[in-house]
């Protein structure tokens, strides 16, 4: 994985929280009776997993998922509570390695005089084209 999320899977996930409910939707008895929606919770803040670099930069691309320093996810979309973990544990990781990612900064660019000209001239076109297009009035002669 990216940014070393790999080597530090088994710290993240000793921080990791679980809680299982039970889902919603179709089902029939079996939503009733079993509890297969796991819920991730994973305290940001209190993680000795990240450096606080990190967790700035964490914090700023979790903004509006988290809560107070928490982060919550969960996953309902199997009959298994055991699939829904392992999906939602790939899910978490997934999202701390693309939030932990380094972008490349954008470098202005100055538009070249070629597309200018381009422009220029599409718009001297138009303005021709619609010129043609109005009523001759008795001024114009």
Known sequence: MINGIKFRKD???????????RSSGKGGQHVNKTETRVTLVFDLNNSMAFTNVE???????????????????????????????EIIIERFLELLAEGLRVRKQRKPTKVPKSKIEERLKAKRFNKEKKSGRQKIRKDDY
């Open 55 to 85: 967790k700035e930069r964490l914090h700023v691309f979790l903004k509006n998922r988290l809560a107070h320093g928490i982060l919550r996810m969960s996953c309902q979309e199997t009959r298994s509570q055991l699939k829904n973990k």
């Open 11 to 21: 710290q993240l996930l000793s921080e990791v929280q679980f809680e299982t409910s």
